[in-house]
């Protein structure tokens, strides 16, 4: 099982991760996983926070691998260097507006892509006018079907939203209202095919504290709910124990 992280721009994708792997990892038998990250972000920040929690004993050491891998030959060398069978891979994807084609060769190697979305209508019009998700998702997905993959899988996941306001259900809202199979143009709907999660991340001080040289913790993912996500993708069988 691999799953991509995407992003248009910065939206504590890194950060999410990290928490989903500290949250695989914590997981026990008969229900356990064995996370192995993928740096595919420029940034390597990923990548720096593992080296740094292994070089420095007053942090908590990740109990997973992390392979930085930002090139656009993910699917076809990276996935042979460092593969993922019996793991669960999870890929911190490049941010789109930067790294299209980094973005396009991991959605290629990947079983699920779940976009980590700051609910602002400022930045779902970025994604579905300037930047154009769904055309990059419609030539993944032409790519895909020529290869003889089956369709990505592909999910929503709010975050950093502000809870003293209800302003996430009005872009939540928005989008499904855009998950047609034509719109008044007569063009595919700018969100068809994306399912929106349940398991919705909240802005905490916590993530201010997050920088280059501040890894997140194995606390902060229970604290910021990314053990509920993890239930939450069990359920949807996206992940199951013979990954």
Known sequence: MLIALISGRKSMKTTAASLICHALAARTAPQSYEPIGYDADSANHFKMWADEAEDNEALDEYPFPVHSVAHNRFQKAVVREYPHEGKVGVVDTGHMEDHVPIAKSVLMASDVAILVLEPTF???ERLVKQLSLSTIMRDVDKQRANEGKRPLRR?????KYYSATRDWEEVRDDILDQQVEKDEH?????????EILSTKIPYRADLSRVDAFNPPSPALARKMGFDELITELEQKGILQHDV
Not at 155 to 159: A, E, H, R, V, Y
Not at 186 to 194: E, H, K, R, S, T
């Open 155 to 159: 999910l929503i996941m709010l975050s």
């Open 186 to 194: 007569g063009d595919p709907g700018a969100w068809l095919g994306w």
């Open 122 to 124: 400022n930045e779902t």
